[in-house]
């Protein structure tokens, strides 16, 4: 993400520029036939200049030449020898590009917190910048908790689970700009909660996954609160993903987010990737939301938002509920491309209804 401003080291384009193969004409001399004086390709200038009757044939990126004030396409004219015919009619400025039309010497083409994709790149090139200031990736910090959980290289016990959750958050993060570290899981007791927590807040970004709801061994937020955290909220009111804390703690921000797969990737998705992407230096959020048709009916309990895995069509202009068997069921969200999200006052859609989708 850039962390300066860039500004045009000249006028762009920093000449008249053809758009166009054919001829540089004086707009008030077409239609009609007239001599041509020269040639001038892209990387030369034409030394002359263009008096009543006269064509430069020119080349497209070539300066127009000195009285010149339209650029007759190749495709219209019929050539003769040093003779030109031009068939149509031109309007002054017609085919080039006037000087300092994309970029004025001087002027920001480029503001901090841009994200440099190729286009950027290629814009840093043109204005002679070979380096740029940026920022730093967050190092953001992913503690899985919980006693039943296992490396996912493991061999887990018939009561174990491997640890899927933080590969998939290493993912979101790297995907929201972020630079994903993933910690040892800590376990369900009070001293190795506190130290992963408290390594986890050496980082810019701290991400928990499970061991913020209620149970008797959910002991995240006791942990942070003697980590002298402030809560800005504890739970959301969406489905899957009502457990969610919020806050920060030692001069860090922090999220715990609900264990179960879905929650986790939902909740990353709508609340922490936000977070990710300002600590990039990004002015913008992005939740890739769009609407779609339903392809078949659909009902709810109302009371939460719910985001229900779905398939969207290539075009984007359907999705269909994807069959899962709650917020665990990590192939169902694999098979899908998108989440449905409803409305919490609303119980039934018939298919055809328009709905929102948050796309993967």
Known sequence: MLAEEIMADRDYPPFRRSARDGFAVRAADVPGELH???????????????????????????????????????????????????TRSLNSGENFNAQGV???QGSIVLSP?????????????????????????????????????????????????????AWSMAVQVAGAGGDPRILPIARDNY???????????????LLLSGGVSAGKYDIVERVLADLGAKFFFDRVLIQPGQPLVFGTAQGKFFFGLPGNPASTMVTFEVFARAAVELLTGSHEV??????????????????????????????????????????????SLAR?????????????WAAGDMIRVLLK
């Open 191 to 205: 001293e190795s909660t506190r130290e992963r927590m408290e390594h986890g807040l050496t980082h810019d970004l």
């Open 113 to 165: 917190g841009c994200k440099l994709g190729f286009a950027e790149i290629a814009l840093l090139a043109m204005v002679g910048r070979e380096c740029a200031t940026v920022y730093r990736r967050p190092r953001v910090a992913i503690v899985p908790t919980g006693d039943e959980i296992v490396e996912a290289g493991q061999q887990p016990e018939p009561f174990q689970i491997r640890n899927s959750n």
């Open 336 to 348: 899908a491309n998108a989440f449905l999200v409803t409305e919490p006052d609303r119980e039934s």
């Open 36 to 86: 041509v004086i020269g040639e001038v390709r892209a990387g030369e200038v034409f030394r002359g200049s263009v008096s009543c009757g006269g064509a430069v044939e020119i080349m497209t990126g070539a300066p127009l030449p000195e009285c010149a004030d339209a650029v007759a396409m190749v495709e219209h004219t019929e050539r003769s020898g040093d003779r030109v015919k031009v």
């Open 286 to 331: 992005s939740l890739r939301l769009l609407q779609a048709r339903l392809s078949q009916d659909l009902r709810q309990k109302t009371g939460l938002t719910r985001f229900l895995p779905a398939q969207v069509s290539a075009d984007g202009s359907t999705v269909t509920p994807e069959p899962w068997q709650g917020s665990g069921d990590v192939p």
């Open 102 to 104: 994309e970029a004025r």
